[in-house]
């Protein structure tokens, strides 16, 4: 059995929908950013930064989404991985770890919206310039970038893009990118599953003019 510490909307859906892709079994154990239960020494064990994911699979703890995504392709789903030494492996690795340079992107713009609530806390100028940067890069993304085959890839980038649409509006290859994305019945099955939103409480959030 898999245990998989998770908040709603985190980077940890990335695994709730591997799961689901997978069809493995596990328990889901809801946490919030909101009170103090992720700084505490249990769960500190688990992530020393307190954040989530985290999993205990096979004996052991992780805490790294993109390491889980690629450990449960290469224990449970051979076909969600472009195999070593393979012709498709460069362009499997180079779209999984793509969706960490998204991701950067959308952390800062995350914090400036939604994390920093006061106003003089924010900058203007930062979420302008995260906006244009996310959009540049979403560019690189459409059907069929990560993989000729549905893979691992494809979660860490689709969930890139299926937070992306809150800040930007997407190109439209990482739109048709994400409607496929979203038609997928395990898809559907982790949202179902992810828990009310508490982090991104409206559907956009635009940059400030100027």
């Known amino acids: 059995m898999i245990r998989l510490w998770h908040v709603a909307q985190s980077r940890s859906f990335r695994v709730l929908w591997a799961l689901e892709e997978i069809g493995a079994g596990y328990e889901l154990i809801p946490c919030s950013f909101f009170d103090k239960s992720l700084r505490g020494p249990d769960h500190l064990a688990r992530s020393p930064a307190g954040r989530v994911p985290a999993v205990e699979i096979d004996g052991q703890n992780m805490c790294e989404s993109g390491a889980i995504l690629l450990y449960l392709a290469e224990t449970r789903a051979p076909h969600l991985r472009a195999p070593e030494g393979s012709a498709a492996r460069a362009r499997f690795l180079q779209a999984l770890h793509f969706a960490e340079t998204l991701g ?5 713009l995350t914090q400036h919206h939604i994390v920093l609530r006061e106003e003089w806390m924010r900058s203007a100028t930062v979420m302008r310039l995260e906006a244009k940067r996310l959009q540049n890069a979403l560019g690189a993304v459409g059907p069929g970038w990560a993989s000729d085959a549905f893979s691992v890839a494809d979660i860490a980038q689709g969930y890139a893009v299926w937070l992306a649409q809150r800040f930007v509006e997407l190109p439209q290859p990482a739109a048709e990118y994400l409607r496929a994305i979203k038609a997928r019945a395990a898809f559907q099955a982790a949202l179902a599953k992810d828990g009310p939103a508490r982090i991104y409480t409206r559907s956009f959030y635009p940059p400030p003019e100027g």
């Open 104 to 108: 950067a992107h959308l952390a800062n």
